[in-house]
């Protein structure tokens, strides 16, 4: 069965056209980088995966479940931190999880939250970008989940940090587990990646094994660029 499978997905707000005919199934156990360039509908299409998006057209399902609860109760997203207030403590938004996420292991949180050192006291106001980015990610795979979605999750973190974290991920999740992971740092999530998809004009243009891309003698980053430079040559 599939982790991931949606058909012929449209999506339009404020009447602009966003996703049009989309149409994508992912294997169980697979990291999937989602590429395309700012706009492309990356982030529209994780939240619609999510089930926090409304209004759509067509079919998604994730392990089989179609309904957006049940979709909820399979994904893992990397949501940020709007919800909760400046004066919260890091402790108090893990309390917060446990309640809502039956699915959340107190004790993997507890092992991300010591790799990333985090400290349970800090408050949320006390944090920097990248601190608040390492706690989203220890919050988003803390949770026992079928599907992560990661949204751009490296942007605030060091050079250093962000390839101990990227080296780490194979070790988060379990085997049986996929995560689509959209990144602008192509070359440093290349080692870990099973296969590639690009959204452009609207849609899932294409979906290519990494080894296929490399067995070719391009890297991953080549080979997406090559479906930008087309544009720039027209």
């Known amino acids: 069965m599939t982790v991931l499978s949606i058909k012929n997905l449209n999506y ?10 989309v149409c994508l199934d992912l294997e169980p156990g697979k990291i999937v980088a989602l590429l395309g360039a700012n706009g492309a509908g990356k982030t529209t299409l994780m939240r619609i995966i999510s089930g926090q998006a409304k209004h759509w057209h067509g079919q998604v399902l994730v392990n089989g479940k179609q309904k957006d609860e049940e979709r909820k109760a399979c994904v893992s997203f990397t949501d940020q931190l709007s919800g909760f207030s400046n004066g919260m403590k890091i402790a108090q938004i893990a309390d917060f999880y446990e309640q809502v996420f039956p699915d959340f292991d107190r004790e993997e949180y507890r092992k991300l939250q010591q790799f990333m050192n985090l400290s349970p006291d800090a408050r949320l106001r006390e944090l920097s970008r990248g601190m608040k980015e390492k706690l989203i990610i220890s919050l988003t795979f803390a949770r026992q989940v079928p599907l992560y979605l990661l949204d751009e999750p490296f942007s605030g973190i060091d050079v250093m940090a962000r390839k101990r ?7 988060w999740k379990n085997e049986q587990a996929t995560i689509l992971l959209s990144d602008h740092f192509v070359n440093e999530i290349a080692s870990v990646l099973d296969e590639v998809v690009i959204v452009k004009n609207q849609t899932v243009l294409v979906k290519q094994g990494a080894d296929d891309i490399r067995a070719k003698g391009q890297s991953i980053e080549q080979y997406y660029e090559g479906f930008y430079q087309e544009d720039e040559n027209d």
């Open 12 to 21: 339009s707000k404020h009447r602009k056209l966003i996703l049009q005919g």
């Open 165 to 171: 974290i990227i080296n780490s991920i194979l070790l």
